[in-house]
Each structure stands twice: as structure tokens, then as C-alpha cells.
């Protein structure tokens, strides 16, 4: 019995006789006033579960399965809404969020397998996927931005003073330079700033200012923190060739 026989069935079963939905049903059986989520029959034959204006679900006489949220497949509701209704009449598939390579996006578990969630996709009743199979994205580090951004602290002479003024670093009153750390590290008309920089990275919190204890063991280690935490952020989002999980 494939998800086109039972949303025939379940219409049958469940329809309103009167009202705004007559001639729909719930697709929650048990929750008839939740109206905004429903099983309708097409124009064309096909049988459709329908969110609100999203057809969640369209199902074909052959078996097949188109999915579509008209771009809320991040929506919590959305995707509790999808999974019910896959689990109900088609036997399995959910929306997850997928991390892979260090970006966050939304799957679709299908048959043990992840897919990359698209509107349009299309199954076949056993689950297979038939439309395009989209590849995942990875956030990965930006070597170009980064290696960029190592020469220009160098250049300015901001790496060459570090281990004097880290030396030289005592508690901070203030913990704002008024400009960011990269344009102040990078820059040497900044270089008055950049006392103010190495106490911070020298005593970055209440804890150690109170116990007037340097965060690092040495200014190599300090050095090395810092530019880490600039360069976390210089990523770039890249296509892989990776299309299941």
C-alpha cells in the first residue's frame, strides 16, 4: 500500500462534512481542529498533505512522493509537521539538521541514507530518491584570507614587537580599544593600540586581572591564541562532492 492508497484511505475515513475544509481531513486524525495541517485531493488525482500554504507532501497513483515547504524546511513546526506525516504514510523519512564539515544544513533521512534537503525532491514508494541528488556544503578555513592576514602583522611589525610589549603588559583598566583587533594588528598607524591589544591578550578576564596572572605560559603561546582567534572566523563556504550520508 504506497502513501497514494493510504491518503485516499485516510480522507475517506476522516473528511470534514462541512465548514472552510469540507471534502479535506485532518492529517492528525486525532487533533481534528488543527485544520492548518491537512490531507487533500488534487486536481490531477494526486493526494496532498498540506501545511497551511505548503504542500508538504504530494503523492502520485505510482507510488511517488514529491516534498515541498516553500522554503520552511528549517521551521521546527515544518519539519514536526513533514516527519508525522512521512512516518504516517509513507513509513519513514524526517528533516534533520545535518552538520558535516563544519556547516549546519537540512538532510532528509531516507532509507538509512541522508540526502541534502531541496523543495522539489521526489522519492519513489520505497524510498528511493529520484530527483537530483544535491551535494553538501563545507565550511572550511580560508587559506588565501588567512595567509594574507599573517603577512600584514608581520609587515606592520606587530609580530616583531609582541614579546616586548607582552613582557611590558601589566592588568588593563579598559577593555576596549575602540577599533577591531585584525585592522588594529594589522595596521601600524594603530600602533598605539597595540599595548592596550597585548594586555588583554595577557589578562583576558576578571580571573586572571584579579589574581594578576598571566592567561598564557609564555608570549609564543600568547601570539598564537591570538591570531587563532582571528582566523577562526576566516572561512569560506565551499560545494563538496559528497551527495549521501
Given at each position: ?5 493510504k ?5 475517506s ?20 481542529a488543527k ?8 486536481n490531477?488525482?494526486?493526494m496532498i ?5 505548503a504542500?508538504?507532501?504530494t ?7 514529491k516534498?515541498?515547504?516553500n522554503?520552511?524546511?528549517t ?8 516527519g508525522e506525516?512521512?512516518a504516517n504514510?509513507?513509513g519513514w523519512?524526517?528533516?534533520?539538521t ?6 549546519s544544513?537540512t538532510?532528509?533521512?531516507m532509507?538509512?541514507k541522508t540526502?541534502?534537503?531541496y523543495d ?5 514508494a520505497e524510498g528511493?530518491?529520484?530527483?537530483e541528488?544535491k551535494v553538501?556544503?563545507?565550511k ?9 592576514f ?9 609580530v616583531?614587537m609582541f614579546?616586548?610589549?607582552y613582557h611590558?603588559?601589566?592588568?588593563p583598566?579598559?577593555t576596549?580599544y575602540g577599533?577591531?583587533?585584525k ?9 598605539n593600540d ?7 591578550v595577557?589578562y583576558?578576564s ?15 603561546d600568547a601570539?598564537?591564541?591570538l591570531?587563532?582567534?582571528i ?5 569560506k563556504?565551499?560545494?563538496?562532492d559528497v551527495t549521501?550520508l
Amino acid at each position: 500500500m504506497n502513501a497514494h492508497t493510504k491518503l485516499t484511505m485516510h480522507l475517506s475515513r476522516h473528511m470534514y462534512k462541512r465548514g472552510q475544509f469540507k471534502g479535506d481531513a485532518p492529517a492528525d486524525c486525532g487533533r481534528r481542529a488543527k485544520t492548518h495541517f491537512r490531507v487533500v485531493k488534487g486536481n490531477g488525482g494526486q493526494m496532498i498533505v498540506r501545511m497551511h500554504n505548503a504542500d508538504l507532501i504530494t503523492a502520485y497513483e505510482d507510488g511517488r512522493i514529491k516534498l515541498h515547504t516553500n522554503g520552511w524546511h528549517t521551521s521546527r513546526t515544518t519539519r514536526d509537521c513533514m516527519g508525522e506525516a512521512l512516518a504516517n504514510f509513507f513509513g519513514w523519512g524526517y528533516l534533520c539538521t545535518t552538520r558535516y564539515r563544519g556547516y549546519s544544513q537540512t538532510g532528509i533521512r531516507m532509507n538509512g541514507k541522508t540526502y541534502r534537503y531541496y523543495d522539489g525532491m521526489e522519492f519513489n514508494a520505497e524510498g528511493a530518491l529520484l530527483s537530483e541528488a544535491k551535494v553538501f556544503t563545507a565550511k572550511i578555513t580560508d587559506r588565501e584570507e588567512t595567509s594574507e592576514f599573517r603577512a600584514d602583522i608581520k609587515a606592520s611589525g606587530f609580530v616583531g614587537m609582541f614579546p616586548i610589549l607582552y613582557h611590558a603588559a601589566e592588568v588593563p583598566t579598559q577593555t576596549w580599544y575602540g577599533h577591531p583587533t585584525k585592522k588594529v594588528m594589522s595596521c601600524d598607524y594603530h600602533a598605539n593600540d597595540w599595548p592596550g591589544v597585548v594586555a588583554l591578550v595577557k589578562y583576558p578576564s576578571y580571573y586572571y586581572r584579579a589574581k594578576n596572572e598571566p592567561r598564557h605560559r609564555n608570549h609564543k603561546d600568547a601570539l598564537r591564541a591570538l591570531v587563532a582567534s582571528i582566523t577562526k572566523n576566516m572561512t569560506k563556504f565551499v560545494d563538496t562532492d559528497v551527495t549521501v550520508l
